[in-house]
């Protein structure tokens, strides 16, 4: 294992726009705190919803650990063989690129994201990287052949050109991995009250995109294949799942897996809402804590049998 320590972690943006590395800039790591949570420097965009503190990356791992679940033990669907030079926008703790790097040795595995929360200690086929993928990516031309994008929902405002850079950057015949969450609890048989507060879950969150500009209805706008389309990929495949939320199910691994979904969302429900319920649409604070106890309380009913949808895209850079 090599050593990453903090003052190796490097920044491609705002440090000049240069493509050569560079150290961190102290005010990268100039959180703004809002209610006791700590957010990422507001040397990026300022409206991102999620905290990066200790609390908020347990529920990064445990997600990664549910989505590794989803996929039976797989990273991912796109159908790549031997990759060599891999980059996980959006990496957040760093868990996938670490496990990507650990099933692939051989690969160069980047993972990017606006805060260095990731580990000091990783592979030595790992490195990470501060940068604002919402900006014109500073790669060069066919550097990767995998873009792997995860749970970006309310981070992005132009996903077309998202993927045009991504197309930009892959080396033809490259991969590229859009996976992506409706944060819209719902279910089959009704058990989804429209006045309960998993509903009002799907509200906040697509009001939210509205007024920041930075949509969380992902699924239902299709951004993901109509802007890998868009952008010039082939051999597009769209795969849907649903994603029980506790342990409801009667099939054994879902219920293992709605466990998890039910535990990353308990564990930190003010982080996920916080900053949309009282910084961005201004609803009524003394109102808040009922939403959050009313929301736990619906998490843990076994009569709701609540569901998200999660849908994983993929496509190929023509030759």
Not at 119 to 135: G, H, K, L, S
Request: net charge negative.
């Amino acid at each position: 294992m090599s050593r990453l320590s903090t003052s190796c972690l490097v920044s491609r943006k705002g440090l000049g726009r240069t493509h050569s590395t560079a150290s961190v800039s102290s005010s990268i790591f100039d959180y703004r705190t809002i209610k006791g949570r700590t957010y990422h420097s507001e040397r990026y965009n300022s409206s991102y919803y999620a905290p990066n503190d200790e609390r908020q990356n347990a529920s990064v791992d445990i997600t990664h650990h549910y989505l590794t679940l989803l996929l039976e033990g797989k990273l991912f669907l796109a159908p790549i063989k031997n990759p060599q030079k891999v980059i996980d926008i959006g990496t957040g703790t760093g868990i996938w690129a670490l496990d990507f790097g650990d099933e692939f040795p051989a690969a160069e595995v980047i993972g990017t994201d606006l805060s260095p929360t990731q580990p000091q200690w990783v592979p030595p086929n790992v490195r990470f990287e501060i940068d604002d993928a919402t900006q014109p990516w500073t790669w060069s031309d066919a550097s990767f052949d995998f873009v792997h994008l995860r749970y970006l929902f309310g981070a992005v405002a132009d996903w077309p050109g998202l993927f045009r850079e991504a197309f930009r950057t892959l080396q033809p015949g490259g991969w590229i991995e859009s996976a992506e969450v409706e944060v819209d609890f719902v279910s089959d048989d009704g058990t989804v009250d429209p006045d309960s507060a998993l509903a009002l879950w799907g509200r906040m969150c697509a009001k939210t995109g509205e007024k920041i500009g930075r949509p969380f209805t992902v699924l239902t706008g299709n951004v993901q294949k109509t802007g890998l389309e868009a952008a010039g990929f082939a051999d597009i495949q769209s795969v849907d799942y649903k994603l029980p939320v506790g342990g409801w199910p009667r099939d054994p691994k879902l219920a293992e897996m709605g466990r998890y979904v039910q535990l990353t969302l308990e564990n930190d429900l003010e982080g996920y809402s916080t900053f949309m319920w009282n910084n961005v649409l201004g609803w009524p604070a003394d109102e808040y804590q009922i939403f959050l106890m009313r929301t736990r309380q619906e998490l843990r009913d076994k009569k709701i049998h609540s569901f998200l949808k999660v849908r994983y895209v993929y496509g190929r850079k023509p030759e």
